[in-house]
């Protein structure tokens, strides 16, 4: 449970660097990558390594934060 709060903090932080070049808070990017991980688990199946865990976890979150921006555009 640690190891994923540990992933969920980097995914989120790296989302919120690679979208808006801010981040969301601890709590925000905390629960931004928790989403994008079971999001990027869900597209790519579970990773074998902590690396591939951060790396689907971060697309994950991206995906997140870009459906988020489209549908404040709308």
């Known amino acids: 449970m640690i190891a994923a709060i540990i992933v969920g903090i980097i995914a989120g932080f790296l989302a919120g660097k690679i979208m ?10 905390l629960l931004l990558g928790l989403v994008g991980g079971l ?19 971060t697309i994950g979150a991206v995906i997140l934060v870009w459906i988020s921006h489209m549908l404040k555009r709308v």
């Not at 999001?39 to 976890?57: E, K, L, N, Q, R």
């Open 20 to 29: 808006d070049g801010s981040g969301f808070g601890v709590i925000g990017d």
């Open 39 to 57: 999001i990027g688990g869900a597209i790519f199946g579970s990773p074998s390594t902590m690396i591939g865990a951060i790396v689907v976890a």
